[in-house]
């Protein structure tokens, strides 16, 4: 099972892939549009995921690789998967936002064993080894404590927030977060009480966040309460809560019978 020895050559190769990211939005860069949504792509998100692919692979070389970049399907057969958004928020990297990052997990056998989450705008770099709690830049982190939804941050769709505010009015309602990595690892450093991802997300949006969630002391689930399981032949997803451990309990309670309004 990868270690926490892993870490820190896992974070060089990080901060040189935002370094990559950055250079080109410098650039005159491309974008284009993929899928049958029109998601964004640029050339900034195929030169970070082809230096992934190679530094990643010489890292743990035994490990398939699942990007939302590259055609080619993973060996499932294989116990250790990389799954790597090159990069996540691609809207706000196109628009020069800073809330975009480098999201990159190690899996084995559909569990989390290492997450890396960088924000190369905010120079913020989180690490996580399954039980070894995560870091932000260096410093231990955790999951805001607590049950109640009073005065929570809350950051998620519109939709599912005007859902939630209606009932329960007291929930503080959080700007957009492009990365949904990132909104979901802000639950996991506490600046955020619970964020929720809609249906249709990926293992690549969220296996590193998951992990960094998990090893803070929050939960990230299925609005039934289950887990996710991932590098299986389906990589989508349904809407996703993720929150401390109590509070995440008070939203399932609270949604649980509700999964339609939130379609």
Known sequence: MPGSELLAPLEAIMREAGDIARATARTEFKRWTKGHDNSPVSEGDIAVNDFLRGRLSELAPDASWLSEETEILPDRTVPFAWIVDPIDGTRAYISGRADWTVAVALVEDGVPQLAALYA????????????QGPTLNGARILASAGAGLSGAKL???KRYLERLGALHPQIAAQPKVFSLALRLARVAH????AAFASGGSNDWDL?????????AGGVMTDFSGRGIIYNRAHVAHGALIAAGRDRHAALIELVRDRTAEFA
């Not at 296996?207 to 090893?215: C, G, S, Y």
């Open 120 to 131: 190369p705008v905010t120079n913020e770099m989180f690490l996580a080894a399954r039980g």
């Open 190 to 193: 506490g600046e955020l009480d």
């Open 207 to 215: 296996a590193a966040a998951d992990l960094l969630v998990h090893e």
């Open 155 to 157: 950051a998620g769709p």
